[in-house]
């Protein structure tokens, strides 16, 4: 793949299933070499679209095109030059980590060594231990160990971190780091901001099986107008304040209100939260919440839908 | 550290395949201890060295101990005297299979239906018949057969190979891949350049893999313990096995085709071999059932195994002689191959 050129294109893409559209004419040009992720909430077609790329699932509409090759031409080349992680696969339980790893290797023409994969994904301790015994950490570095073992030009991962602990998705961002030092192209989807932000080049994000906003993660963060998010709300019963009056707080760009929380996007905090205590004024005493912090893509998500990225 | 490299797709699947297959300690179990267990249990039940003795019930009276020395003076009679409560229940449940009620003349309480009873009335009546005075017309010469090749255990042990080789052909096939589809494995397998062929073919030969073994394992254990001995060939029952492991695979794939569930497949397992533990031969002799029966019972793959196995071990039929057995195999095998291919269920 020449560098720079599209590791993946694809337009129009639509899959139904029964009386639900999972993605709805979605577009996508993932360049070779980046890190490109997939965010949204759940159920907003993000798997649905990775593995139609993964060339697992056939779409109703849309044209797609993987390294420059298509599927149902060209699966035999595109899926040696393919590493995927999957959701929620299981491997067998009594067989070891070197064992799958060499079942997987068995697989490709081509390809790394079960040692350097093990090195890769921190692992080498593990190498004869059955996979029932490994923690949720070590069965996800396994399975991204397992998509690396053919030396792929272009790794899927979906949704890889959900689950794990902090330090667990620690390992596993550092070991994509090296795989991207070497070269390799990335697409990843996750529900976490702080995933998108520390690994992708370019974010786009996913609602209701289209693309809503594409970016780096800075450029998107930047579209809010300001940098600055001011969350408060107030004690049952307390009059609201009227938005026009918010609105025009010093340094505030955007004003929403969701479940009794209002969020005001602000560029000057150090103006802001002052001017907001002033124009509440008597209800002050009714403030139950007042927090500030630096916008995340979360908050470009809820500009954007008025939802969470996650339900919690 | 030096590693062995990876060998082709189709040695590694199958020796995954094997190894998860040795660690887990009940399957084991089940293909090589269970089927010997139960010809060590049968052969025992069943053993020829003494002939079982019909349990004869005298009912206590006046005339009771004439009867009970004319009863007892005969071999093969095991007679004791009950009091009417007792012979009652003894009959019931089955600790006497004929009450004699003394005469004269003497009465027989008995259920027709059962065949053991219905040889206790036979013995009791020719033992009370002589001892009040008939002479018998012929005097027959018995010739007992005890020579090995006629027993029950010979007749048996064909069958629970059979059994075994279907049991164990369907369940380490079907199992396994509905567990693989189950834990989204197979769709893993799919994401990858793996070739679909040689997944399916992996099942194949892990199976045939164990079946040396599970063959060796009964039929030394039968030469053994009971002295069965092979009449035909050995190369003859040798690739009878190979050929019902293949056909079982294959049923046990076509099973295996579309269910996500191990619920699911384990009742579809037990729908399609019920019906082959009880008609096809495995403990008593499929001749049983009724005539309209028949055809279908003899189209059934376990039967044709059976037959075909009991001809060429008891028999010494040579291939020509279960050329329709074997064709029954090969179409079995073969449909229920290429239609599991065409219907499963790789995600």
Sequence with gaps: MEAGGAAVRCRGLVKRYDDVTAVDGLDLEVRGGECFGLLGPNGAGKTTTVEVLEGLIAPDAGDVEVLGLRWGKDDRALRQRLGIQLQETQFSDKLTVEEILRL?????????TVGDVLAMVELEAKRGTWYVKLSGGQKQRLAVACAL??????????EPTTGLDPQSRRQLWDLLQRYREQGGTVVITTHYMEEAETLCDRVAVVDKGKVIALGTPRELIRSLGAEHVVEFALGEGAEAPAEALLRGLPGVRDVRLENGHWRLIASE?????????????????????LATHTATLEDVFMSLTGRRLRDE | MSERRPRSALYELTRARVIEFLREPEAVFWVFAFPVLMALALGVAFRSERTEESLVGVLQGPAAADTTRALSARPGLRVRELGPEEADKALRNGTISLLVVPGPPPAYRFDPTRPESRLA???????????????????PREETVKTPGSRYIDWLLPGLLGMNIMGTGMWSVGFSVVVARSRKLLKRLMATPMARGSYLASHLLGRLTFLVLEVSTLLVFGRLVFGVRTAGSLLA?????????????GIGLLV???????????????????????????FFSSAHFPAAAQPFIRALPLTALNEALRAVMLEGQGLLGIATQVAVLVAWGGVAFVVALKIFRWR
């Design chain 1, 104 to 112: 997987f290797r068995s697989f490709y023409e081509e390809g790394r």
């Design chain 1, 149 to 158: 073992i053919g030396n792929p030009d272009l790794l899927f991962l979906d």
């Design chain 1, 269 to 289: 905090i150090h103006l802001t939260v002052p001017g907001l205590l002033d124009a509440l004024g008597s209800r002050r005493d009714a403030l139950v919440s």
């Design chain 2, 121 to 139: 009335r036979l013995v009791a009546d020719a033992a009370l018949q002589a001892a009040a005075g008939r002479a018998d017309p012929l005097q």
């Design chain 2, 237 to 249: 029952v040798a690739g009878l096995c190979l050929l019902g492991a293949l056909c079982f695979s």
């Design chain 2, 256 to 282: 295996a085709a579309r269910p996500r569930t191990i619920e699911g497949v384990s009742g579809l397992m037990n729908v399609v071999m019920l019906p082959m533990w009880l008609l096809s031969g495995v």
